[in-house]
């Protein structure tokens, strides 16, 4: 085997792994996050919809790419041959997920880290909940003494658990 072949063979290697990860952890979280008596699509139907989606526009691409092939292989009076056309297929089956990848994984992790405030996808404090709650428990007079003192740490609420002033 040579050594354009055995990167082929371990780009679709880590291809094939990438997409298992992907579609074991679509399944391990059906199975822990499920509600007991609800339809999986009512609870997850976005992700299996677009999974759907994924799969039915790869498996497109395979067959008009697979024409496309058999069309240029005849023009140029060339044999078909499966290894190559296979070979083509990761090739662009591998330049557009790496562009897809890159950008996902950079807002993903770029929401993970950083706050837009509003934004649904951003990972928001909970500084209104908890300056909410205080000002509640403050109202009520059930506000902890463990309570932040500090003026820039008013809207925090204590780190411990629920204390009971009696």
Do not use: C
């Not at 041959?81 to 662009?92: H, K, T, V």
């Not at 000002?135 to 309570?147: F, N, Q, Y």
């Amino acid at each position: 085997m040579d050594s354009g072949a055995a990167l082929l063979t371990l780009a679709l290697i880590l291809t094939l792994a990438a997409l298992g990860f992907v579609l074991f952890a679509t399944i391990r979280s059906i199975q822990v996050e499920r509600t007991k008596g609800r339809s999986v699509w009512k609870e997850f139907g976005l992700g299996l919809a677009l999974m759907t989606l994924f799969f039915m526009t790869w498996i497109g691409q395979l067959i008009s790419q697979w024409q496309v092939y058999t069309d240029h292989q005849s023009e140029h009076g060339e044999a078909t041959q499966i290894g190559d056309f296979l070979a083509e297929f990761a090739q662009s089956t591998l330049e557009n997920w790496q562009s897809e990848f890159l950008q996902l994984f950079a807002f993903v992790t770029l929401a993970a880290l950083y706050i837009h405030k509003g934004s649904a996808e951003s990972k928001d404090g909970t500084e209104k909940i908890e300056a909410a709650l205080r000002r509640v428990e403050e109202k009520l007079g059930t506000l902890p003494d463990t309570a932040p003192k500090k003026k820039a740490e008013s809207w925090k609420l204590p780190d411990t658990p629920l204390e009971l002033n009696d």
